[in-house]
């Protein structure tokens, strides 16, 4: 059995039209009761979530929970899966439950934001959910054996530092973990053990789910590392895999069980800061804007160079504009189009990449992939989720 705590909250993503409830300590649970574990679940919520974790009682034989009281069942809603949520109440709305204390043999434990816990066990797993102010591990818990999972910022958060070395110390010396994995995004992960490094690899995926790919990367590594009893560096791959197949299919995959080998191609990870993404699309209205500001920050968060005509040269109608516009195509590595609307700028700048033989990473909702058959000679690859379309992109630098 595998005690999880974590939050149970509702999640909408626009891009995607899902209204799902999960969180990450249910979406943990849910791929542990799809690969036969019995799973200790605590989480708070209001009586919704109370009747959903009963209705799904029902249908895995396996699930507890232990339920702690709150007001309300948290949303996060997303306009696309890589944009900051909006959450709802706000965080200085969201009132503290009474403590969750739990003593068990393995526990998987991901941050909340209405509770708090306190953990006494033998192996933990911990995902902190957070990088503002994360809570450290051996504030609240201890473990005869410890992993932390969790990305750069959260990572340097926690150890007050941007130096990887340093980062890695302050984890082994100050919170005393077993291991720590820093998880890459589209270039996967890095396991440190305390003996050596080691670099997990991920996957190119033709579908990118992105939201809860990073619950189900923990998932499966505890499950690996707790149940089947694989070294820690094994259970990471075995993890990355799994996630890659969550990702494509949204399947809760053991992939050691199945012998599976991946179908995918592994990433190759490479230095983004000198790379340059243009990023081709209408600003005309305020919609427009508020999407290519999105967009733009999404590729910026990736450390990608991202060439936007509205940011760096601005509106006008004088030539020198355009020429400023074709100066940054020439630069460019990659051209990201929006396509929605057939904006004429954004034709023209897609067709100057065609002639130049530039890769084209287009994405639309509103258009037939006939109206742009002109394009189709080039290396034009198509989406109609924009998550997946900017993760493509990344991939193709």
Not at 20 to 35: A, D, H, M
Not at 173 to 187: H, L, Q, R, S
Request: net charge negative; glycine share 6%; proline share 4%.
């Amino acid at each position: 059995m595998i005690t999880v705590v974590g939050g149970t909250y509702r999640e909408i993503n626009d891009d995607s039209l899902t209204h799902e409830i999960f969180g990450s300590g249910f979406r943990c649970c849910k791929y542990l009761l799809e690969n036969n574990c019995s799973v200790k679940f605590h989480t708070s919520g209001n009586s919704e979530v109370e009747k959903y974790l009963n209705e799904n009682v029902n249908a895995y034989n396996a699930l507890s929970f232990e339920l702690t009281p709150s007001s309300e069942l948290i949303a996060f809603k997303y306009s696309f899966a890589l944009d900051n949520p909006s959450i709802f109440p706000g965080l200085s709305n969201i009132k503290k439950t009474s403590g969750i204390n739990i003593e068990a043999d393995d526990v998987v434990a991901y941050g909340l934001l209405e509770s708090d816990c306190r953990i006494n066990s033998k192996r933990a797993v911990y995902d902190p959910q957070t990088a503002i102010t994360p809570r450290k591990f051996s504030e609240f818990g201890t473990a005869e054996e410890l992993v932390y999972i969790v990305n750069m910022s959260e990572a340097s958060s926690i150890a007050e530092s941007d130096d990887i070395d340093k980062i890695v110390e302050y984890f082994f010396k100050k919170e005393e973990v077993t291991a720590v994995i820093i998880k890459n995004g589209p270039y996967g992960a890095t396991l440190y053990d305390g003996k050596k490094r080691h670099v997990i690899p991920s996957y190119i995926t033709p579908q990118v789910h992105k939201i809860g790919s990073g619950d189900i990367f923990t998932a499966s590594f505890a499950y690996y590392w707790m149940v089947k009893g694989l070294p820690i560096d094994v259970s990471a791959s075995n993890a990355s895999l799994s996630t890659a197949y969550f990702c494509d299919l949204q399947a809760y995959v053991d992939v050691h069980s199945l012998g599976l080998t991946s179908p995918y191609k592994e990433t190759i990870p490479g230095d983004l800061s000198l790379k340059k993404i243009y990023l081709a699309a209408p600003f005309f209205t305020l919609a427009d804007l508020i999407l290519v500001e999105k967009i733009r920050n999404a590729f910026l968060a990736f450390g990608v160079n991202i060439f936007s005509p509205f940011h760096e040269v601005g509106l006008g109608i004088d030539k020198s504009v355009a020429l400023k516009d074709l100066k940054g195509l020439d630069d460019a590595d990659l051209v990201f189009c929006m396509f929605d609307h057939l904006d004429s700028g954004t034709l023209i700048e897609s067709g100057y990449a065609l002639a130049t033989n530039k890769t084209i990473i287009g994405y639309h909702r509103t258009c037939n992939d006939d109206k742009l058959l002109m394009l189709s000679p080039g290396k034009l690859t198509l989406f109609d989720n924009l998550t997946t379309a900017i993760y493509h992109a990344i991939w193709n630098l």
